[in-house]
Structure formats: C-alpha cells, structure tokens
C-alpha cells in the first residue's frame, strides 16, 4: 500500500470544527482512502473511505483533492468524545486486498473544552 | 450483536508459556485478522482468515498459530510466549474478504505482558 504522511498532533477546540489533512503523493488510481480513529484503550473504529468524490456520513466527511494526492478528515463539530488517534489509510484495490490494512503513527487529536 | 468479543481484556505470562488469544463476532463475517500495537505504533497485521478453513500469514506471524474451524471464531495461540510479545492485540472482522470498501469492526483489545 502507499504512504501517507499525518501530523503528529493537532489541538482543537470543542464545538467547532476539526480539519485532519493527510498527504498521499504516491497514490494510485486504484487505492480507496480509509479513515479510522481509536479512542484511548480501545481498538480502531472505522469513520469513513472514499475514492475519488468527496463523502459524507453520520460521523464525518471525506474531502479528497481533485489530483487525489490529498485527502482532509473534517469533523464538522468536535466534542470532547472525538479525542483519539486518526488514522488515514489506503487500501490497494488491485488483487485480493485480504491482507489486512497498514496502520501508521496516526495523528493524536485533542479537543480542548 | 455483541460484535467482536476478545477475552482475556489482560494477562501475564511467563517466558516459556503458552496461551491462546480467543476472538469471536456475532456478524457472521467472512473475513478475521489479528493485530498487534506496540507502544505510540500503530497496528501490525498478525494472520488473517477469508473464511472457515482458510488462514494466511500477515506482517508479523512468528511465534503465532491461527486457526479457523467455525465462521464466529478466530483464536489466536503464542507458542513460547518471549518478551518481545508483549503487546496489545486487536482482532477485527469484516463482511466481506475484500478490504477495498468494507469496514473492519474491532474488538477491544487484549493486553498481554510477558515478564
């Protein structure tokens, strides 16, 4: 799979709005952008994925450039609940893609009060 | 649905034991792997099963044993549990085998400490 490349850390305030950018410069047409987060001693949790068009859920949206070298996460209003580790993932569509998803470092979100 | 269900949430080991991680879900998914973090890392792919019967080795599966009798149940086995196992483990789920687009569902972890 590609690499992305997240910051470390990014602090926030809650009741607004949260931007999580994540840089894939190697992407290729056939690589889905997932996005997962964990909250603190607990496992991932799945917010969302897209390919090409932006996506919205219940939880978030996905904003992805139009040359699909970058992608940002948008919280549209953070509470403290939204306080873990983002991930930005992508996933090769070629072949199987059973092989699991690559977890890098994350970017550690803190939503202060 | 319970979802993914991971018992023990904790253990300790010594160098030398044995055990087995026990993961099961509810959703009659397809596909089920396992995980582990080390400390401010993110998660590294164990082994990982498209189905019933079926198992295949991912990023880091020595001193690992998997199996997959049923649908529900994935266990995962440390063989000579050594220090450097010592880890948090996550087993996931997802519907299908494809992860192009489907969502994995995680359980909440097991934290092993092997002394």
């Known amino acids: 799979d590609a690499k992305t490349t997240q910051p470390n850390s990014m602090e926030s305030n809650e009741e607004e709005p949260v931007h999580l950018p994540c840089n894939h410069s190697?992407?290729?047409?056939?690589?889905?952008i997932h996005w997962y987060r964990q909250l603190p001693s607990q496992g991932p949790e799945y917010v969302i994925h897209?390919?090409?068009s932006n996506v919205n859920n219940r939880m978030a949206s996905l904003a992805i450039a139009e040359d699909r070298k970058s992608s940002t996460l948008i919280l549209h209003r953070a509470t403290l609940r939204d306080a873990a580790v983002y991930y930005c993932?992508?996933?090769?569509?070629?072949?199987?893609?059973?092989?699991?998803?690559?977890f890098g470092k994350g970017t550690h979100l803190i939503i202060q009060p | 649905n319970a979802g993914v269900t991971q018992t023990p949430k904790f253990q300790v080991l010594k160098t030398g034991q044995s055990m087995t991680l026990q993961c099961a879900q509810d959703m009659n998914h397809e596909y089920m792997s396992w995980y582990r973090q080390d400390p401010g890392m993110g998660l590294r792919l164990i082994h990982y099963s498209v189905g019933a019967g079926i198992t295949d080795q991912g990023e880091v599966p020595n001193g690992y044993n998997v199996s997959r009798s049923t649908t529900e149940d994935f266990p995962l086995r440390l063989l000579s549990a050594a220090p450097s196992q010592t880890s948090v483990y996550f087993c996931?789920?997802?519907?299908?085998?494809?992860?192009?687009?489907?969502?994995?569902?995680f359980g909440p972890g097991t934290r092993l400490t092997v002394l």
């Open positions: 190697t992407i290729s047409g056939t690589d889905y």
């Open positions: 897209g390919l090409t």
């Open positions: 996931a789920s997802s519907y299908g085998w494809s992860l192009k687009h489907n969502e994995q569902f």
């Open positions: 993932i992508l996933r090769d569509t070629s072949g199987g893609g059973a092989d699991g998803l690559t």
